[in-house]
């Protein structure tokens, strides 16, 4: 199993920016992708920004050009730097691995709350 720890959220301007941290333990060498979903207030969980082991990037439309996703293999720590924040991009944000055999991820980080105030 893969262990998933977040930090870096918090409240934070519209335009400005926050960088969340993910530190990745366990049984890394199964793993194929890690990546950020976020759940905002009534609204459902939605993929963020993904990198495979590859390091072939995925991100959703509403964050292109905004959010970059980043990985730094020597310290097994996945990054999501956040720019131009916007108060839609308030949500709970979860660090999620994915498994060789799996399509969706099989690990989550107990989230991190962003809150972007206007």
């Known amino acids: 199993q893969v262990r998933l720890v977040e930090s870096g959220g918090g409240l934070v301007q519209a335009g400005g920016s926050l960088r969340l941290s993910c530190v990745v333990s366990g049984s890394i060498f199964s793993m194929i992708a890690t990546g950020w979903y976020r759940q905002g207030p009534g609204k459902q969980r939605e993929l963020v920004a993904s990198i495979t082991w590859g390091g072939n990037l995925n991100y959703a439309d509403s964050v292109k050009g905004r959010f970059t996703i980043s990985r730094d293999n020597a310290k097994n720590t996945v990054y999501l730097q956040m720019n131009s924040l916007k108060p839609e991009d308030t949500a709970v944000y979860y660090c999620?691995?994915?498994?060789?055999?799996?399509?969706?991820?099989?690990?989550w980080g107990q989230g991190t709350q962003v809150t972007v105030s206007s």
């Open positions: 999620a691995a994915w498994t060789k055999g799996n399509s969706d991820p099989r690990d």
